[in-house]
T-cell receptor, first 114, second 115 residues
Framework: QKEVEQDPGPLSVPEGAIVSLNCTYSNSAFQYFMWYRQYSRKGPELLMYTYSSGNKEDGRFTAQVDKSSKYISLFIRDSQPSDSATYLCAMKIARGSTLGRLYFGRGTQLTVWP | DTAVSQTPKYLVTQMGNDKSIKCEQNLGHDTMYWYKQDSKKFLKIMFSYNNKELIINETVPNRFSPKSPDKAHLNLHINSLELGDSAVYFC??????????????FGPGTRLTVL
């Protein structure tokens, strides 16, 4: 079992839809959670960063963390065709020799059609 | 200005050859990383260096050898290339690598195809 599980999709939604992307994890040492967006043939870019349970909002994006369930989500409101990309969740532990190392999910490919 | 740059962008080569990928960051970061992304988009860390010192060395064949001439550069040399080495290789950097709030910035990737 991989430490970070993410449904690869693909996910296809119409413009304006609310998108929900999810990851689950098994390692309770993970304390920091990120969402990266990767456009086709580009490098991943950080979208959201959070470390506490609850919600964090940034424009149309909301990151949600539930540490008790080991479950994180990314919501995209009013989705746009420009949101079409692969979304990768990533996590890291709080301390120890592997501090700084990111553990990635497999990525969910999202297409928003006009 | 490109923050993290990699060369070449595309690399097509024959099995058994030796090749290198170069990475440079102009962010003043102390830590640099190499990741491999397979055809299913799974991104996995290979190495990380902090101030030219090897910090993370995942279970990677010893045909892969990272070299950091200074903290702004981290190159990846691959000997005796195999078909399974075909992937996209990403370089990344972060300010320190040890702070919990560190963000990793990724380069554009090098698409390696081994024939």
């Amino acid at each position: 079992q991989k430490e970070v599980e993410q449904d690869p999709g693909p996910l296809s939604v119409p413009e304006g839809a609310i998108v929900s992307l999810n990851c689950t994890y098994s390692n309770s040492a993970f304390q920091y959670f990120m969402w990266y967006r990767q456009y086709s043939r580009k490098g991943p870019e950080l979208l959201m960063y959070t470390y506490s349970s609850g919600n964090k909002e940034d424009g149309r994006f909301t990151a949600q963390v539930d540490k008790s369930s080991k479950y994180i989500s990314l919501f995209i409101r009013d989705s746009q065709p420009s949101d079409s990309a692969t979304y990768l969740c990533a996590m890291k532990i709080a301390r120890g020799s592997t501090l700084g190392r990111l553990y990635f999910g497999r990525g969910t490919q999202l297409t928003v059609w006009p | 200005d490109t923050a993290v740059s990699q060369t070449p962008k595309y690399l097509v080569t024959q099995m058994g050859n030796d090749k290198s990928i170069k990475c440079e960051q102009n962010l003043g970061h102390d830590t640099m990383y190499w990741y491999k992304q397979d055809s299913k988009k799974f991104l996995k860390i290979m190495f990380s260096y902090n101030n030219k010192e090897l910090i993370i060395n995942e279970t990677v064949p010893n045909r892969f050898s990272p070299k950091s001439p200074d903290k702004a550069h981290l190159n990846l040399h691959i000997n005796s290339l195999e078909l399974g080495d075909s992937a996209v290789y990403f370089c990344a950097s972060s300010l320190s690598g040890t702070q919990s709030t560190d963000t990793q910035y990724f380069g554009p990737g090098t698409r390696l195809t081994v024939l």
